[in-house]
């Protein structure tokens, strides 16, 4: 159900009652003001006709000649001025009988023998005529007054349906309009008052139902958030706990006032806390670039770098660092230039590695490929680990996002990716993706490659 197109077509049937509304009352008035001129016509042509009687009586008892000749022109001049109101066939039928009884009368009263019969005869034509139009005039009075009555129960019809429509249409706003969108609205107040749970009904018409639609995904993002930062929390506690407690038992055999445990013991108590430390200093500096990367300062130190050599010393690093698996570099092997901060591009290889690793629990072979595809150099880091189902993968990349078999016992915060990607993205690459559970993983870094010389 569309409010726009529920209001359109409310609006239009509204209109269009208003206009049959004011046609038929054009149409009306019209018919009314045709009767008004009938009546008048009539009631002119019967003055006239009282008047041709008066001057025939005057006529008859007229002696005098000059008068008697002033009364004939009268005669005719009065015939003349009611032919104008003729308006039907009967009535011009009746004007052509006067006509002809006065033409006669007058004919016989000029030669001395107007009778009587002349003189009835002309009477009767003229009655004729008053009768007719009387017989006129109370017909265009009862179509009048019919009209009249049409017009009333036309205009109390349309009145009646105009105020059922509008109060129909104010009835629907209210209930499936103003309900709605105040049930949003409160939903929406509730929210902002801090009742996190508060959902707008997805009721009413489309356009209100995308509102609440829209706001309630809004709600459920800000909730999936807050989960995600208390996570995230939850996971700073517990990975800073580890090194940290690490680190408190290993001092703890170092008493400040007692004697030196033996030197192998104090060697390995610095090579344990070494390792924290480093540890720890991998957390902050994920905290200090995700935090860069949110507000836009991520800075890069762009020069020419072979990604071959940086490829190298990072798994030189990493191969001396596991007894466990087999690292082995693949593909090209003469410089492939790229223009990086190879700082950077360094971080996204030791995440890429270490994760290889990590999540690799029983050991195997890893597998680094170096080569150049079109404008890009491709770095591919494969291992047969734990993999990655492709439901986890779609949001793998997001920041406190880990896979879930390996998340409670494998350290990590779940920001190495993200910050790696936003890294590959801001050099003009990217890092693909390609794992199945049980199979292991293919992260594959593109970089846009330098042109070839020559």
């Given at each position: 159900m569309n409010l726009r197109a529920v209001l359109t077509a409310m609006t239009l049937i509204l209109g269009v009652l208003a206009l049959v509304a004011a046609a038929s009352l054009v149409m009306l008035t019209t018919s009314l003001h045709r009767k008004v001129s009938e009546l008048r016509a009539s009631a002119e042509n019967i003055r006239l006709a009282e008047e041709v009687e008066i001057n025939l009586l005057l006529h008859d008892r007229a002696a005098d000649p000059l008068v008697r000749a002033d009364l004939e022109q009268a005669l005719r001049q009065k015939l003349d001025d009611a032919r104008v109101y003729v308006t039907s066939p009967d009535e011009r039928r009746a004007m052509a009988d006067v006509d002809s009884a006065l033409q006669a009368y007058i004919a016989a009263s000029r030669g001395g023998r107007a009778s009587r019969d002349e003189l009835d005869e002309a009477f009767r034509a003229v009655e004729q005529l008053v009768d007719i139009n009387i017989g006129q005039a109370r017909r265009?009075?009862?179509?009048?007054?019919?009209?009249?009555?049409?017009?009333?129960?036309?205009?109390?019809?349309?009145?009646?349906?105009?105020?059922?429509?509008?109060?129909?249409?104010?009835?629907?706003?209210?209930?499936?309009?103003?309900?709605?969108l105040l049930a949003t609205a409160a939903a929406m107040r509730s929210y902002g008052a801090g009742n996190t749970e508060a959902r707008a009904p997805e009721i009413g018409p489309e356009e209100i139902r995308n509102v609440a639609t829209r706001f309630n995904g809004m709600a459920e993002n800000l909730a999936?958030?807050?989960?995600?930062?208390?996570?995230?929390?939850?996971?700073?506690?517990?990975?800073?706990?580890?090194?940290?407690?690490?680190?408190?038992?290993?001092?703890?055999?170092?008493?400040?006032?007692?004697?030196?445990?033996?030197?192998?013991?104090?060697?390995?108590?610095?090579?344990?806390?070494?390792?924290?430390?480093?540890?720890?200093?991998?957390?902050v500096g994920d905290?200090?670039?995700?935090?860069?990367?949110?507000?836009?300062?991520?800075?890069?130190?762009?020069?020419?770098?072979?990604?071959?050599?940086?490829?190298?010393?990072?798994?030189?690093?990493?191969?001396?660092?596991?007894?466990?698996?087999?690292?082995?570099?693949?593909?090209?092997?003469g410089p492939l230039l790229i223009q990086c901060d190879a700082a950077r591009v360094q971080q996204i290889l030791n995440n890429l590695l270490s994760n290889a690793i990590k999540y690799s629990p029983a050991g195997g072979d890893i597998v680094i490929r170096v080569r150049r595809e079109g404008g890009h150099a491709v770095v591919s880091v494969s291992d047969k680990g734990l993999g990655i189902s492709l439901e986890e993968q779609r949001c793998l990349f997001e920041p406190f996002q880990r896979a879930r078999g390996s998340a409670s016992s494998i350290p990590g915060l779940g920001l190495g990716l993200w910050v790696s990607r936003r890294i590959a993205r801001a050099h003009g690459g990217d890092i693909d993706l390609e794992s199945a559970p049980g199979e292991g993983s293919t992260f594959t870094l593109r970089l846009p490659a330098a042109p070839p010389e020559g």
């Open positions: 265009a009075e009862e179509e009048a007054a019919r009209a009249d009555r049409v017009g009333n129960t036309v205009g109390m019809s349309v009145a009646v349906v105009l105020v059922l429509g509008v109060a129909m249409t104010l009835l629907w706003i209210h209930l499936f309009a103003f309900r709605p999936r958030q807050r989960e995600r930062q208390m996570a995230f929390l939850a996971s700073i506690a517990h990975d800073l706990r580890t090194p940290l407690s690490a680190l408190k038992l290993s001092t703890g055999v170092i008493s400040p006032s007692g004697p030196l445990p033996p030197e192998e013991r104090v060697r390995r108590t610095a090579a344990i806390v070494r390792r924290q430390v480093e540890l720890l200093d991998r957390m905290f200090l670039d995700t935090a860069r990367i949110e507000a836009g300062q991520l800075d890069l130190k762009i020069d020419a770098c072979d990604v071959h050599e940086l490829v190298v010393a990072v798994t030189e690093l990493f191969r001396c660092s596991t007894t466990e698996h087999a690292l082995a570099l693949e593909g090209h092997d």
